[in-house]
């Protein structure tokens, strides 16, 4: 890709722009803003013209095109072998920051703490969390999403053995644990964690559980 490219428009600099997997030029003075919501700014720093979209706006952000832009206006500079945190502006060693070989220093933008919290919000979004307890039912139990939620509605909401609702792991989720025959891999039903956990225990073996119920019937 040509980075001295020119906008055959206004003859004004082309900028990077990542897209997935791979990245295109644009001029950020002609093109429209890509969102009603969003405005085009110029760099505090370097005067440049750039997209903010609302929700940076509405976190007070968008005074700089650039991470680079932002830490050379504060004239902070990270020693070597150190790096700002694009998340908490933090300097840090390093060692402190995931490998990522398409950044020029090598490093992630921001540290191991920050991807680490920014990854746990965005696996607590309901969409998100629902994409991968569908995920873990179809590589473990080999059955899809909407089955579950049939074999829910057939158990009237409750577990199979207790007629009770979902406890343990799951029961923020309200979800049961899925029962299922260790030697055939077959499903069997949906049972709360106390009573998935009992059978487990005992081996699946139904000769021990009768006899659990003769020891609790004496």
């Known amino acids: 890709m040509n980075q001295n490219a020119s906008c055959p428009s206004c003859s004004g600099p082309l900028r990077e722009v990542r897209a997935g997997r791979g990245s295109y030029l644009r001029c950020y003075s002609c093109k429209p803003a890509r969102s009603k919501t969003g405005e085009d700014r110029q760099c505090l720093l370097c ?37 700002h945190c694009g998340a908490c502006t933090t300097i840090k060693p390093l060692e402190d920051f995931s490998i990522n070989k398409t950044k020029a220093d090598g490093r992630q933008v921001r540290c191991r703490a920050c991807a680490s919290i920014a990854g746990a919000k965005h696996r607590s979004k309901p969409e998100v969390e629902k994409a991968a307890f569908a995920r873990h ?63 487990g225990f005992l081996g699946d073996d139904p000769a021990r559980l009768q006899a659990a119920v003769d020891y609790l019937n004496k």
């Open 47 to 83: 005067a440049g013209a750039f997209y903010v979209s609302a929700a940076l706006i509405k976190k007070g952000c968008g005074l700089y095109c650039s991470y680079t832009c932002r830490i050379a206006d504060k004239g902070v500079a990270a020693p070597e072998g150190f790096k």
């Open 137 to 199: 039912l179809e590589r473990k139990y080999g059955i899809t999403l909407p089955e579950y939620e049939l074999m829910v509605q057939q158990q009237n909401g409750t577990c199979a053995i207790c007629g009770g609702l979902p406890n343990g792991p799951g029961a923020e989720n309200k979800r049961f644990d899925v029962d299922h025959c260790h030697k055939t891999g077959r499903v069997r039903g949906l049972l709360c964690s106390g009573c998935n956990r009992g059978i």
